[in-house]
């Protein structure tokens, strides 16, 4: 009875004050009627708090996520499912989730009868705007009576993960004898065996030479299977992403970080795409991830699940002691570096080994309107010495789309060096 009374809102506190008072009149002016309206008056709100209190452990829900990873600007949804059960019926039920500030604001929902029997389902849209671990969450119902004597808050459900993970764009093309491991022209080299093919198959992807299918293990895997004839020396690709704080520049989505976590995203997706094992490292050589080149979507949320818990370091400048694509072919997505840390970067790389990066021209993404002479300038040491050390770079403004740096990173070769920009 206790608890039921501390649900009791100031208007039945109110009433019941009164009613306890009028009682204790009519007893000194011996007025029965009056007793009467003292009981009744009394009574109804204790009798509200009750039923209430009854009521509200019959009252369930569950919330589901529309999708549970979603892409940072994209939209999603959530599903909430609220149920009753119990023959007691249940009152006015006000719900408020809880969403983080990035998600957008809280949705709240009133339900003025649950259904036994069958649940009610309610949606409400979300747009995160900037990748991360979100918790949604938690769920809070206020059951109140008609009369507003009553009300009692009580949590549904607790917090859901839901994963928003940095935008990708799509690709096309590879670097120059991609995926060898070293600065030659592409071609493989073969297993030596003992004089038997080492044939290789994996399933059928589009553009494929039909003359290349390999009908024995088709009709083995009931799916059209390509035989390989060669395979990689030293296959694969090590993208190193850049994510000191000191080395970008600007907040919120048009960060330089967030653009090179999402460039990063779009060029692992795509080198795994295209077959490639892809290895994701730190500049301070800390794996993130490192995905086969076949494999399903899996392979890909682990990569984009990584970035998306990415925080940024707070180490000052660029220490890897070792190669941090381990002799693989690299791409390198640099912020701002120093002359140290480049010559750290590129001593322990063999110059015949394929060598690539994208320098940001990060000042640009803190909204600054210098010239574009200006901002080339002040990355033009860092791409000399890259490029004497045999590398190929291309520097990227703000403006610059992922689809042209890329496309522009494809053709580029050691000692080349190209600024990209976007019209004003």
Request: charged share 20%.
């Amino acid at each position: 009875m206790l608890r039921s009374l501390s649900g009791l809102t100031t208007r039945g506190r109110c009433l019941l004050a009164a009613g306890v008072a009028a009682a204790v009149c009519s007893i000194v002016l011996n007025e029965r009627d009056l007793l009467r309206v003292a009981v009744f008056v009394v009574g109804l709100p204790l009798l509200v708090a009750v039923f209430l209190a009854a009521s509200r452990v019959r009252i369930g829900a569950s919330r589901r996520m529309l999708p549970e990873r979603v892409a940072a600007g994209s939209h999603s949804e959530v599903e909430l499912a609220l149920w009753r059960n119990g023959k007691l019926p249940s009152g006015e039920v006000l719900l408020e989730d809880g969403v983080p500030y990035a998600l957008g604001s809280r949705p709240r929902f009133v339900v003025e009868r649950l259904p036994q029997g069958r649940s009610v389902a309610l949606r409400y849209p979300i747009q995160p705007m900037l990748r991360g671990i979100q918790q949604v969450g938690p769920l809070r119902a206020t059951l109140t009576d008609p009369f507003g004597l009553c009300e009692f808050e009580r949590e549904l459900i607790g917090h859901t993960r839901l994963v928003v993970v940095p935008r990708v764009v799509s690709l096309w093309g590879l670097p120059s004898g991609a995926g060898v491991g070293a600065g030659d022209d592409g071609s493989v080299r073969l297993h030596a065996g003992q004089g038997e093919n080492d044939v290789i198959v994996r399933p059928y992807r589009q553009g494929d030479d039909l003359r290349k299918v390999h009908w024995r293990s088709t009709a083995r895997r009931d799916e059209i299977m390509v035989r390989l004839e060669e395979r990689p020396w030293r296959g694969g690709t090590t993208v190193l992403l850049d994510h000191r704080a000191a080395a970008h520049h600007g907040t919120g989505p048009a960060a330089s970080l967030e653009w090179a976590i999402s460039f990063a995203a779009s060029v692992c997706l795509h080198l795994r795409k295209a077959g490639h094992r892809v290895r994701l490292v730190t500049e301070h050589g800390k794996l993130l991830a490192d995905t086969p080149g076949d494999g399903g979507e899996g392979y890909d949320n682990v990569i984009l699940d990584a970035l998306a818990a990415l925080q940024p370091a707070h180490q000052r400048d660029l220490t890897t002691g070792h190669d941090p694509a381990e002799g693989q072919e690299l791409i390198a997505i640099l912020g701002t570096v120093s002359n140290e840390a480049v010559h750290e970067l590129t001593r322990f790389r063999a110059r015949g080994t394929r060598s690539l990066a994208v320098l940001l021209d990060t000042p640009a993404f803190s909204g600054g309107v210098t010239a574009p002479e200006q901002r080339a300038a002040a990355t033009e040491e860092s791409v000399a010495l890259l490029r004497a050390a045999g590398w190929g770079v291309v520097v990227a403004e703000a403006a610059a789309p992922m689809q042209q740096v890329w496309a522009e990173l494809c053709r580029t070769g050691a000692g080349r060096g190209v600024l990209l920009g976007g019209a004003r």
